[in-house]
């Protein structure tokens, strides 16, 4: 009698530990994804100096669609990295223009040093008053930054509103405990 109690006591100890170490695994994830937004602020907010706000306006007249496009970069651009990666198709269905006049606007804010354009796939990510590091050799550049991405939703595919139940891949811990994160 006594010898099982010690053997279930041994269980519970070892699923405790297990238990222990999942919620320590968990604690860890949830401080390294803090750490990683730390500088992202919801609704958040940027800094303009007099000079740039004189450069808007001149630029607001020069461009109207220009600085509409620019408002859309800034508004989105991520803390830090000052960079954001967006689709001129969404450009055009955010401020109702014509993919003509995105590309004309986002030509003119790069000419003028607003933006850098670095290309991504089929898309690109537009990065405001910051210069972008370039790493490896001189025939294969490459920049390493972050970017808020944003996705429109007339970019999706039918249906992509609806809630739909994604498959689970099971993950084993310890002996026999099955998580279905």
């Known amino acids: 009698m006594e010898k099982e109690s010690v053997?279930?006591?041994r269980k519970k100890l070892s699923k405790t530990r297990n238990?222990?170490?999942?919620?320590?695994?968990?604690?860890?994830?949830?401080?390294?994804?803090?750490?990683?937004?730390?500088?992202?602020?919801p609704g958040g907010y940027y800094m303009m100096s007099r000079e740039a706000?004189?450069?808007?306006?001149?630029?607001?007249?020069?461009s109207p669609a220009a600085s509409l496009v620019f408002s859309i970069i800034r508004e989105h651009m991520q803390i830090g990295t000052n960079a954001v990666t967006i689709s001129n198709r969404a450009l055009c269905k955010i401020i109702d223009k014509s993919r003509a006049t995105i590309t004309r606007a986002v030509?003119?804010?790069?000419?003028h040093n607003?933006?850098?354009?670095?290309?991504?796939?089929n898309?690109?990510?537009?990065?405001?008053?910051?210069?972008?590091?370039?790493?490896?050799?001189?025939?294969?550049?490459?920049?390493?930054?972050?970017a808020t991405i944003v996705a429109?939703?007339?970019?999706q595919e039918k249906g992509w509103?609806?809630?739909k139940k994604l498959k689970v891949v099971p993950v084993i811990y310890s002996e026999n405990e099955i998580s279905y994160d």
């Open 19 to 41: 238990l222990l170490n999942l919620t320590t695994d968990k604690l860890n994830d949830v401080i390294a994804e803090q750490r990683r937004t730390k500088n992202f602020v």
């Open 53 to 62: 706000e004189k450069n808007l306006r001149a630029l607001q007249q020069e």
């Open 152 to 155: 429109h939703e007339c970019e």
């Open 161 to 163: 509103e609806e809630v």
């Open 107 to 111: 030509s003119h804010l790069a000419k």
């Open 114 to 121: 607003y933006v850098q354009i670095i290309k991504t796939g």
């Open 7 to 9: 053997d279930d006591l």
């Open 123 to 146: 898309v690109n990510t537009y990065v405001v008053n910051e210069k972008i590091a370039f790493s490896g050799s001189p025939f294969q550049r490459k920049a390493v930054f972050s």
